[in-house]
Each structure stands twice: as structure tokens, then as C-alpha cells.
């Protein structure tokens, strides 16, 4: 069964840190493209990473976290992790792990598979 | 401000059918087929039940289609059911504006 696990979501202070994690099994993880999908309480979806297939090399973040958060993966763990630095309270949701499925030129085309999700609050 | 547009709130009675529009601009859904679906229950993650603008995943009932006319992509779901309800959110490549966008979503009431 393909599945996306998160972990690693939790309390943190403005200005501080955390390390999510995402646990990739049943499909071959390193030949997939990776995002991070958040979900602000009683708000809507909101994309805020990419990381491209096989060596990480192509990242891309949305504005509200370039600079602050980094995406990597390890494919020998089939997992991938969200740096998020410098955290504040709008910082504050839940987190998808949501495997990419990519068109020609590398143009996005769907999010087919998600996780649960891992939630953030940030709060001094 | 969400970078595609969608109605805050759609209604519609048991058996009848809804379209959700999402609206983008001329550089993205205008230009490209690259249009996806996502349905979300409460507490649950989001499910992808349209891509490609028409096509739909394995497994997902025919009752949802989609379409797309110039800067404007439609989620059409016939035949309303209970479990129907929930958020919808539109997502498209989006070309020059970035990789990926997202609509604001749309909650979903079945009367």
C-alpha cells in the first residue's frame, strides 16, 4: 500500500525551529517528486514546497517561507524532512507530506498521494 | 488571497448537480490542461478526484467531471449525494506565476 507518514510536528516559539519528517512506503520513492502542503486551522490548502525526483537537487518554496524553511530528502530512508526556521505564529497548521506527479517540462500536474498530516503551533 | 478564485460556498439538493469554477489567469489555466481537483473531508486529508482538467483517478465515481473554458476550470458533480459534502480546492501549474497553485476552496452543502 503506498503511504506517507509525517511526524515530527509540535509546539514551537516565534523565532525558533522545528524539523519535520515524512516517511514514504510502498512505491519508489526516489523516482517521485515531493511537496509540503500546509493547512492553516479553518483555512484552506497552501503549497509551500517542492523538492524534485532522484538526487534533491530542484527545490522550489512559496514566498511565505523561501528563506526559512528547507526541503530535503534522503532517498536510502525514503523519507523527506521540512526545516522550518525562524518560525512564526502565521507558521501555525497542519502539514502534508503529498507525493507529486509531474507533466512534461516539468510542469506540475497533480497531488495524488497524501499523508495525515503532522500539526505545528507556533506560540510564545 | 488565494492565487486561483473559487465561490466561498456552493449548496445543492440530494440527485441534483453543482459546478464549482475556479478562475485563473490567461498564463496558467488558460494556457495549460494541467488542472486538478481535490476533495477534503472534515479531519481528513485531501483526495485528488480530478486531473488533467477531465481526467479521473482510478477508483473515483463518475458522477465528478471537469471542464475548462478560456482562464476558468469547472468541477461539475452530478447526481448529489450526502457524502458529497466537504471542501474542494482547484490547484493548476502555474506557469510564470510559479509551480503550483491553489484556490481558496469551496465548501460544499448538500441540502
Known amino acids: 500500500e503506498v503511504q506517507l507518514m509525517e511526524s515530527g510536528g509540535g509546539s514551537g516559539q516565534p523565532g525558533g525551529s522545528l524539523r519535520l519528517s515524512c516517511a514514504a512506503s510502498g512505491f519508489t520513492f526516489f523516482t517521485y517528486t515531493m511537496n509540503w502542503v500546509r493547512q492553516a486551522p479553518g483555512k484552506g490548502l497552501e503549497w509551500i514546497s517542492f523538492?524534485?525526483?532522484?538526487?534533491?537537487?530542484?527545490?522550489y518554496y512559496a514566498e511565505s517561507v523561501k528563506g526559512r524553511f528547507t526541503v530535503s530528502r534522503d532517498n536510502a530512508k525514503n523519507s523527506l524532512y521540512l526545516q522550518m526556521d525562524s518560525l512564526t505564529y502565521e507558521d501555525t497548521g497542519l502539514y502534508y507530506c503529498?507525493?507529486?506527479?509531474?507533466?512534461?517540462?516539468?510542469?506540475?500536474?497533480?497531488?495524488?498521494?497524501w499523508g495525515r498530516g503532522t500539526m505545528v503551533t507556533v506560540f510564545s | 488571497q488565494s492565487a486561483l478564485t473559487q465561490p466561498a460556498s456552493v449548496s445543492g439538493s440530494p440527485g441534483r448537480s453543482i459546478t464549482i469554477s475556479c478562475t485563473g489567469g490567461s498564463s496558467d489555466v488558460g494556457t495549460y490542461d494541467l488542472v486538478s481537483w481535490y476533495q477534503q473531508h472534515p479531519g481528513k486529508a485531501p483526495k485528488v478526484i480530478i486531473y488533467d482538467v477531465t481526467r479521473r483517478p482510478s477508483g473515483v465515481s463518475g458522477r465528478f467531471s471537469g471542464s475548462k473554458s478560456g482562464n476558468t476550470a469547472y468541477l461539475t458533480i452530478s447526481g448529489l449525494q450526502a457524502e458529497d459534502e466537504g471542501d474542494y480546492y482547484c490547484c493548476s501549474y502555474g506557469g510564470s506565476r510559479g509551480l503550483v497553485l491553489l484556490g481558496g476552496g469551496t465548501k460544499l452543502t448538500v441540502l
Open positions: 503529498v507525493r507529486g506527479v509531474m507533466g512534461v517540462a516539468m510542469r506540475f500536474r497533480a497531488f495524488d498521494v
Open positions: 523538492i524534485g525526483s532522484e538526487s534533491g537537487t530542484t527545490t
